[in-house]
Every structure is written in C-alpha cells, then in structure tokens.
C-alpha cells in the first residue's frame, strides 16, 4: 500500500525532492549491507565450544511473601539491590517472576513448594571445568547442569559467588576434552571497539552477536562496584553470565545486564569488565568467598562549595563524613572532614574511585593515603581491614 505523503506547500516541495534525490543516490551507490570485520567468524568459530548453558533449578515456596528479602526465604532474595526507579528493576523483576512457576496450591489454599528452571549461560576459563557466570544465573539453585555446545548436559557445583558484582564461579566434572578461553585487558578497549557476544538468549543455544563497545566505566547504580562495559550487541534473557569477546578472542567482559522495556535487545547492554573479572574470580577459586579490603570511613563527594571552603582545587576526592571507631582509619589519624585525593598511588576523583581501590587491595596491606586537611596536603599510612558483608550502607562506606 503506497504512503501516503500530506500535501506539502510550494515551498517545501524543492526540498523534499532534494532530499529523495540525495537519499536515491545513496541508496545506488553504498553497499547493500553494512559488513562488520571477517575476523568475528574466525573467532566465534575459536571459542564457541568455550561457551556453555547453565540450567539451574530450584524449590520455590509461594507461600514466603514479598515481605521477606532473605536469599534463603524468597527467590528473589538473590536479585542485585537497585535503586527505586532503576531501569533495570525490570530486567530482574521478570527474571525472577519467571523462575516461580505455574499455578498450584494444596487444599488449604496455600500455594505448594515446587520444582522450577531456569537457563543462562557461563564460559569455561580451565580446562579442569572452571565456569564463570552470573550470581543471578544460579542463585538458590537446588542443582547446576552446565550443558556444552554439543548438547552434554553435566552436573555442576558452586565454588562461589560474589553478590556485589553479580559474578560466580562452578566446577564440573570434564567427560571428554575442553577448550577454555582466557581473559584479555579491558582497560585497553577503545570505544567503537568491535567485540562479540555468545550466549543463550531466550533457550535457543549457542548464539553469536557483535557490535561496538558504547562506552567505558558505566556507572548504572547498581552498587559501589558499578564500572560496567557498555555494549550495543544484541544480548537478550538467556545472555546472563556469557562472556564478551574482542577481536583477539579473549573475554574482556560477562554480559550481565540489558535495558529493555520491550524484553528484548534494544542494543543498550552492560557487561562486568573483565578487570573486575579476573579479581573476584581468583579470590573465589582461591577462598571460596570475597576478601574486600576496608578503610573504616563513610565518605561523600566534594562539591564546588566544599571545595571552596578547603581550599581544593579543582573540586576532587572523597570527603570523609564519618569514621568507625573499630575501622583501621581511626588509629592512623584520619579525622572526619579530611579529603581522600590519592590512595596507594592512585587518584581518586570522587567516592566511587576510592570504593573500588579500597575495595580490590589486599586485607592487611599497609597503604599510603594522600589526603587533604584544611588545605594542606598530608600522608597516613594504613593497614587495611577487611570488609564483611554485613558493613552498611556499601554506597557510602569503605
């Protein structure tokens, strides 16, 4: 059926001409389709053997109300904390809904605990059968398949997960030879860089997507951590816990989260860079469970009118609000009011900076702390403590 185009005035019919003239000629002499690089070929084919399903199911009780956040009580206990109005409480509203089931009840008129699935997807990092994923992928899992890119379906363990950054690590037992992938630098990614992601969007298996790294250090407010890579390769539900490859074949990133008011990729995708990767999975392999470093101090930004008041400039640091009296910062003299500008050799900008170097130094290492009291700069040394989950808020404390 032809378009219909409204009538147009005289003086506008010139242009429109102009316009389908120019958009005639483009058409006739670019290319048919937009190509990205050959090499995605040569490295879907390299590591989609890497790449595996995790199926996962889990004992539901719907009788356990909203009311109860806990992990052990609610299934919904493992999703990632997010802000009121964030745009991913969507994405992890339905992933949740999904895993509760169908209908059911007893004759009481209580709903009766029941078996549920769920499907992501993970990538072997050691030929011994070392998995990375999602923390959501395998949350309150009763069991953990991981099912390889020809259909092997083998039962999995937990060796463990780290909340605060959506990650996990499991183990399997190999039936026959595996290829593992390694991981690459993601500091090193240029935006308008190429990389790929391979996954199990919707249960359909193994699935090959590419497009561009959007932007770097994305800060969504998920947490103290956020530092995502911003990607507009199609990564649907089912891509959880899948990793994001470069041109060299290497995983610089796990495809984590996607904002989507449809359900589906609208090329707005975020995945754990593969530098807070490689952290949080040696310490899982190694321990079992996340060894944070913690400073002890609540801390704020430094506005211009804080700034001006302490004589920074240009406005920068961490203003510390508060410090613990069993925190490691008391004893080496921090105070209340000091600005964090440098932390073991490392700039720190804003609060978050000093979140996430606090957070990836070694419990018990002593470190020098560039602050700045009453406009003067000074040095403290501190030996750092470790964080437990328990500490709260994590926004503001490190």
Request: glycine share 12%.
């Amino acid at each position: 059926m032809p378009i219909a185009i409204p009538a147009l005035s005289a003086r506008l019919r010139p242009l429109l001409t102009g316009a389908c003239l120019g958009a005639a000629v483009a058409i006739f002499s670019a290319p048919a389709v937009a190509r990205g690089p050959d090499g995605i070929a040569d490295v879907a084919e390299k590591v989609i053997d890497a790449v595996v399903n995790i199926s996962t199911t889990q004992t539901v009780d719907a009788n356990k109300g909203s009311g109860d956040k806990s992990a052990g009580d609610n299934p919904r206990g493992a999703m990632p904390q997010l802000p009121p109005g964030s745009p991913f409480e969507e994405f992890f509203d339905d992933f949740f809904k999904n895993r509760k089931g169908g209908p059911g009840g007893d004759k009481n008129g209580g709903m009766q605990p029941r078996k549920t699935n769920s499907l992501g997807s993970g990538f072997i990092i050691d030929t011994s059968g070392i998995v990375v994923t999602n923390n959501h992928v395998i949350a309150d899992a009763d069991e953990i398949n991981v099912i390889m890119n020809d259909g092997t379906k083998i039962k999995a363990e937990l060796v463990g997960v780290d909340k605060k950054t959506d990650l996990a690590v499991l183990k399997f037992k190999p039936v026959k030879p595996l290829i593992a992938v390694k991981f690459g630098d993601s500091e090193k990614l240029r935006l308008g860089e190429w990389v790929i992601a391979i996954g199990n969007p919707f249960s359909l298996g193994g699935t090959v997507t590419a497009g561009i790294v959007s932007a770097r250090n994305r800060d969504i407010n998920s947490g103290p951590y956020d530092s995502y890579i911003q990607t507009d390769a199609a990564i649907n539900r089912g891509n959880s816990g899948g990793p994001l490859f470069n041109l060299d074949g290497d995983v610089i990133g796990v495809n984590t989260l996607i904002i989507s008011p449809s359900g589906g990729s609208i090329g707005i995708g975020f995945a754990v860079p593969s530098k807070t990767v490689t952290q949080v999975v040696a310490q899982l392999r190694e321990f079992g469970e996340l060894r944070r470093g913690w400073l002890g101090v609540r801390i704020q930004p430094v506005t211009d009118e804080i700034a001006e008041s302490l004589n920074i400039k240009p406005a920068r640091g961490a203003l510390i609000a508060g410090i613990d009296d069993k925190g490691p910062a008391k004893p080496a003299g921090l105070e209340t009011g000091d600005v964090v500008v440098k932390f073991d050799g490392k700039d720190i900008k804003e609060p978050k900076d000093l979140s996430r170097v606090v957070a990836d130094t070694a419990v018990g290492k002593a470190v020098d702390v560039l602050i700045i009291r009453m406009g003067k700069e000074e040095t403290r040394q501190v030996t750092l403590g470790r964080l437990e989950d328990s500490e709260k808020p994590v926004q503001a404390s490190v």
